[in-house]
């Protein structure tokens, strides 16, 4: 997957958990700079101005990804951005791309609700776009932002990773992110021996388990995802936080509670 974007998705890059987030199960290039345009020479960023996104498309090739995320239009002009979008998507067809994830702009300003309504439109008329809706799923969240309202915090990098990661599992891209399914476990009586498994639902098995803190005394959780041992903590109640990884690199937490009886 090749992640296009400007200084709006730059903000991916430059936040690990996003990163990660939007890597599980593909193999993810982000190609992002500050000031980049669908066409034309973006604004100087340090001297230098950036290649627009068509040309970026036309330079990558055949090393493009099959499947392409485009977050950038917010140095766009409202007037051309239709045939800006023909543009692209012509390039990416050449380029071999099989399907195009187009995010939609965080409609701060009014020029944006226009913009979005010409990525609608284009993939109205393109079957291999998918519009992905960042304005309707950030709307209620201006805590994702800085004060410009467009540019990403933390949190909105990791929003807006979620919901790219989202898109790309529902189209069959990558799989659903590994969940585990276990909620509650067996009561363990003190000084008796101990079992129980722990189960992990979608994501891409073999899974990993561990542990994020110690389990009570003498009981032990399995890279298997097994819990075994002979507790030896006093009767009571014990939380604890697992942790399992599937092949394709997710992972899931949850906390669990083990009661030990006498």
Request: no cysteine; charged share 10%; proline share 12%.
């Given at each position: 997957m090749t992640l296009i974007g400007d200084s709006v998705a730059d903000a991916l890059a430059l936040?690990?958990?996003a990163v990660r987030i939007v890597s599980q199960g593909v193999t993810a290039d982000l190609e992002v700079a500050p000031c980049r345009r669908l066409e034309g020479m973006g604004c100087p960023v340090n001297g230098v101005r950036p290649p627009s996104a068509?040309?970026?498309?036309?330079?990558l090739g055949s090393k493009i990804g099959p499947n392409v995320v485009m977050a950038t239009g917010y140095n766009d002009y409202e007037d051309q951005f239709p045939g800006d979008i023909a543009d692209a998507l012509a390039a990416l067809k050449a380029a071999g791309v099989e399907h195009v994830f187009w995010l939609t702009l965080r409609a701060a300003h009014h020029p944006y609700i226009t913009m979005n309504a010409d990525i609608e439109s284009a993939a109205s008329e393109n079957p291999m776009v998918t519009v992905v809706d960042w304005n309707l799923y950030s709307r209620s969240h201006p805590e994702?932002?800085?004060?410009?309202g467009v540019h990403l915090v933390h949190a909105g990098s990791v929003a807006m990773a979620t919901l790219i990661h989202t898109a790309l599992a529902a189209g069959g891209i990558t799989s659903?992110?590994?969940r585990i399914a276990?909620?509650?476990?067996?009561?363990?009586?003190r000084g008796h021996a101990y079992r129980a498994r722990l189960v992990a639902r979608s994501g891409t098995a073999p899974y990993r388990w561990s542990l994020l803190e110690r389990a009570p005394a003498g009981i032990h959780l399995r890279a298997n995802g097994v819990v075994d041992g002979s507790p030896k903590a006093k009767p009571g109640r014990y939380t604890f936080n697992v942790e399992v990884h599937d092949a394709a690199g997710y992972l899931a937490e949850r906390r669990l509670t083990l009661r030990v009886a006498a």
């Open positions: 936040d690990s958990q068509v040309q970026l498309i036309q330079s994702w932002f800085q004060s410009d659903p992110p590994v276990t909620t509650s476990i067996p009561v363990a009586k």
